[in-house]
């Protein structure tokens, strides 16, 4: 008798079981990100989450088995995304970094309720005990190491003026954008948050360069 046979319908068995699992961890995400963008970490649910996605019997996986690593779990699976869309691949120059956070603005104007999720628990973060301030710590401490990191490499290849303070341009840089989303989550329809963040970046760059030059295609 051949010892494989029986075999293959196990390992389908098993990619239909990861294809099963891979569905219910996005309808979880997708769940999660509309109860926390309505209610913020305190006040949502994990009892109402697990109900609205359907999954009451057997339990969310084991990661989602908290609110709070629930909700780490939903701002760092975001963050892969704007990784992917934003920071890949590496940005050539200075130019090319702050066209990537003008363009992440116009990707978040086109997905409000990802946006304002993000802005709850961002806000909510401020106090010690909340449990995404790690989290925040550490995401604010990576995008600005990594454009600061550009900007050094801009200054030392003469594109920028070296005596530019990258740390606190890059600081700067993100502080606009966080402040650009905030203002665009109360009325949508009378800021233009993409916009006015690459008018604001592109001015930036310009006091930064030699030859006056700001974002690839200008502030439009």
Same mark, same amino acid.
């Given at each position: 008798?051949?010892?494989t046979? #029986?075999?293959?319908?196990r390992r389908s068995?098993s990619?239909?079981?990861? %294809?099963? #699992?891979?569905e219910?961890?996005?309808?979880?995400l997708?769940t999660a990100?509309?109860?926390f963008?309505?209610? #913020?970490?305190?006040a949502?649910s994990?009892?109402?989450?697990?109900?609205?996605?359907?999954i009451?019997?057997?339990g969310?996986?084991?990661s989602?088995?908290?609110?709070? #690593?629930?909700?780490v779990?939903?701002?760092?699976?975001?963050?892969?995304?704007d990784?992917?869309?934003?920071f890949?691949?590496?940005p050539?120059?200075?130019?090319?970094?702050?066209a990537?956070?003008?363009?992440?603005a116009?990707?978040?104007a086109e997905?409000?309720?990802r946006?304002r999720?993000v802005?709850?628990?961002?806000?909510?973060?401020?106090?010690?005990?909340?449990?995404?301030?790690?989290?925040?710590?550490?995401?604010?401490?990576?995008?600005?190491?990594?454009i600061?990191?550009?900007l050094?490499?801009a200054?030392?290849?003469?594109?920028?003026?070296p005596d530019?303070?990258?740390?606190?341009?890059?600081?700067?840089a993100?502080?606009v954008?966080?402040?650009?989303r905030?203002?665009? %989550?109360?009325?949508?329809?009378?800021?233009?948050?993409?916009?006015?963040?690459r008018t604001?970046?592109?001015?930036?760059?310009?006091t930064?360069s030699r030859?006056?030059?700001?974002?690839p295609?200008g502030?439009?």
């Amino acid at each position: 008798m051949d010892r494989t046979e #029986g075999r293959t319908p196990r390992r389908s068995a098993s990619r239909g079981s990861h %294809a099963v #699992g891979d569905e219910r961890r996005a309808r979880i995400l997708d769940t999660a990100v509309e109860h926390f963008a309505q209610w #913020g970490c305190h006040a949502s649910s994990l009892a109402r989450t697990a109900k609205d996605v359907g999954i009451t019997q057997g339990g969310p996986p084991h990661s989602f088995r908290s609110k709070e #690593g629930l909700l780490v779990s939903v701002l760092r699976h975001g963050d892969e995304q704007d990784e992917r869309r934003s920071f890949s691949p590496e940005p050539r120059s200075a130019g090319e970094a702050f066209a990537s956070l003008a363009g992440l603005a116009r990707y978040n104007a086109e997905r409000p309720g990802r946006t304002r999720m993000v802005n709850v628990p961002a806000a909510e973060a401020g106090g010690r005990g909340h449990p995404a301030r790690a989290y925040f710590l550490r995401r604010y401490a990576s995008v600005i190491d990594k454009i600061t990191a550009t900007l050094r490499a801009a200054a030392a290849a003469g594109e920028r003026r070296p005596d530019t303070d990258c740390a606190g341009v890059a600081a700067e840089a993100v502080a606009v954008m966080d402040g650009s989303r905030l203002r665009w %989550a109360l009325a949508p329809a009378a800021f233009d948050m993409p916009g006015r963040l690459r008018t604001c970046l592109d001015r930036l760059l310009r006091t930064l360069s030699r030859g006056a030059a700001g974002l690839p295609g200008g502030a439009r």
